[in-house]
């Protein structure tokens, strides 16, 4: 499976952005796709889950409502829509895909196989 993240580059505070995640897997029908972050120096973190069977999402609480996450299943591609953007959400936004990933471990980067390149998201104050 190859992911292609896209969408990222430079807003102010308060502006949205969306990005993409194109999928060359056809059959997701047993995938969970997620969407990471990585600041600067700062560990890659969680931000949101989707399961691609059944449309389940999972935020991390920073999103407090300002994430949605999506799917378009005829383009095999998962977005996250960003609105009321912070300086706070700077980081490289990774796309990341797994068949086997339990609810539990749906937060942690090691039980994703699969990884798109990441996009540059700059929130401006």
């Known amino acids: 499976v190859q992911l292609q993240a896209s969408g990222g580059g430079l807003v102010q505070a308060g502006e949205s952005l969306r990005l993409s995640c194109a999928a060359s897997?056809?059959?997701?029908?047993?995938?969970?796709m997620s969407w990471f972050r990585q600041a600067p120096g700062k560990e890659r973190e969680f931000v949101a889950a989707?399961?691609?069977?059944?449309?389940?999402?999972y935020y991390a609480d920073f999103v407090e409502g300002r994430f949605t996450v999506s799917k378009d299943k005829t383009k095999n591609t998962m977005y996250l829509q960003m609105s009321s953007l912070k300086p706070g959400d700077t980081a490289t936004y990774y796309c990341a895909g797994s068949s086997v990933v339990i609810l539990s471990s749906i937060r942690e980067p090691r039980h994703y196989a699969y990884w798109g390149q990441g996009t540059l998201v700059t929130v401006s104050s």
């Open positions: 897997e056809t059959s997701f029908s047993r995938f969970t």
């Open positions: 989707l399961r691609w069977s059944g449309g389940h999402t």
